[in-house]
């Protein structure tokens, strides 16, 4: 069973760096893409960033310039590096994979729990 574990999610201030870290604990699976996802208070869900491992990157236009994601899908994780913090970046991320086995239509077949993130003015 696959289980997406985040982490290194935080308290900051604005202008300030935070790295978030997902990891499978579960039984390792060929993953065809893996993403960051965060939902603010009253928001929709939105994506941050997402890759292939394939070789393709998109970000969310808040967040391009700012935010970095890598990935290994020998590990199955995904890192996403975040600079420039600023208040509107609060929220709730969650990380997202796709198997290369997927046979459903939705984008992603695993979920993380999430882990906060909070930037402070």
């Known amino acids: 069973q696959v289980h997406l574990v985040e982490s290194g999610g935080g308290l900051v201030h604005t202008g300030d760096s935070l790295t978030l870290s997902c990891t499978n604990s579960?039984?390792?699976?060929?993953?065809?893409?893996m993403g960051w996802y965060r939902q603010a208070p009253g928001k929709m869900r939105e994506l941050v960033a997402a890759?292939?491992?394939?070789?393709?990157?998109i970000y969310g236009d808040d967040v391009k310039g700012r935010f970095t994601i890598s990935g290994d899908n020998r590990e199955n994780a995904v890192w996403l590096q975040m600079r420039g913090l600023k208040p509107d970046d609060t929220a709730v991320y969650y990380c997202a994979a796709r198997s290369t086995a997927s046979s459903t239509s939705s984008l992603y077949d695993y979920w993380g729990q999430g882990t906060q993130v909070t930037v402070s003015s």
């Open positions: 890759l292939t491992f394939g070789g393709t990157t």
């Open positions: 579960g039984t390792w699976f060929d993953s065809l893409a």
